[in-house]
């Protein structure tokens, strides 16, 4: 065998594969964001146009509805559908369920019934997360718990604690579901240990930081919005929230992007284009 064909077969068999990393394997996703209240609570963590909330704030509010749904038996690997339209109660939502020890299976208020209905059925969802939007087109068929969650907010005698650690590396932290474009959708199961390893590793290659500023414009049923929502947690920066259809209108991101002084945003090539 030539030189060049030894070094392609070491390239695509080892080289390119020599992904090792070390990190903590045991802590869950949502740890790292509670480590970092710790650091900067009275930090903006996120804002949706007019509203935010600092990293205190966000991890209370957060810990209001996972002890909520401890109390309703959620435990770790429970999946719990999330059906919020674009708010700040969205990245409440994630928080409070991953809190919570359950995983999170995001549901786009305006996908086809039929879609939220057969992925509801498919996954064996127990509990549906709901704002008072979304609830007022409730999944015809569906049977189970659904929770509206700014009730639950409101709710007085709630704990505002961190609640204990349940999840081990390879409990489940999300489902998202492709989109059936070759036939039916499939659910991909995605574990603590999975997400948290993709996390650290963004955030060893590109070095950010507590300065950045990250435009979240990704809807959340689709995976590349999972970084979008942690990584700024993660590093004690602030999150962004676009508003409904705001990644399909570049104009609109434009403003954002100035408004907010923006550091760090994910496009595809098209619409970079487009910004341009």
């Known amino acids: 065998m030539g030189w060049n064909k030894l070094k392609k077969k070491n390239n695509l068999f080892i080289a390119w594969n020599n992904t090792h990393a070390v990190f903590d394997e045991n802590k869950p996703l949502h740890h790292y964001f509670e480590e970092q209240v710790l650091r900067t609570p009275n930090a903006i963590a996120a804002v949706f146009e007019e509203k935010s909330l600092t990293y205190s704030e966000l991890n209370k509010k957060a810990n209001i509805l996972a002890n909520y749904l ?73 049977h189970k718990t659904i929770i509206e969650i700014s009730r639950v907010l409101n709710e007085k005698n709630l704990p505002q604690n961190n609640l204990k650690h ?64 942690f990584m700024p947690l993660f590093v004690g920066a602030r999150l962004i929230m676009a508003p409904n259809h705001a990644h399909t209108c570049p104009k609109q991101m434009i403003h954002l992007v100035q408004k907010n002084q923006v550091s760090v945003l994910q496009v595809v090539p098209s619409m970079l284009k487009e910004l341009a």
């Not at 081990?168 to 999300?174: E, G, I, N, T």
């Not at 039916?184 to 955030?203: E, F, T």
């Open 166 to 229: 349940i999840n081990v590396p390879s409990d489940l932290a999300y489902i998202i579901y492709t989109s059936g474009t070759t036939g039916k959708p499939k659910g991909v199961a995605i574990p603590h240990k999975a997400i948290c390893n993709h996390m650290l590793w963004m955030q060893n290659q590109y070095l950010f930081g507590d300065t950045d500023v990250f435009l979240q414009k990704t809807p959340f049923s689709f995976d590349a919005s999972v970084w979008e929502f």
């Open 70 to 142: 401890r109390n309703q038996t959620v435990t770790s690997n429970s999946l719990i559908g999330i059906c919020l339209n674009r708010s700040l109660e969205m990245i409440i939502g994630i928080l409070g369920i991953l809190k919570s020890g359950g995983a999170y299976l995001p549901l786009d208020p305006n996908y086809p019934d039929e879609r939220i209905t057969y992925m509801l059925h498919h996954s064996q969802c127990e509990w549906l997360l709901m704002d008072k939007e979304s609830i007022k087109r409730k999944p015809e068929g569906y």
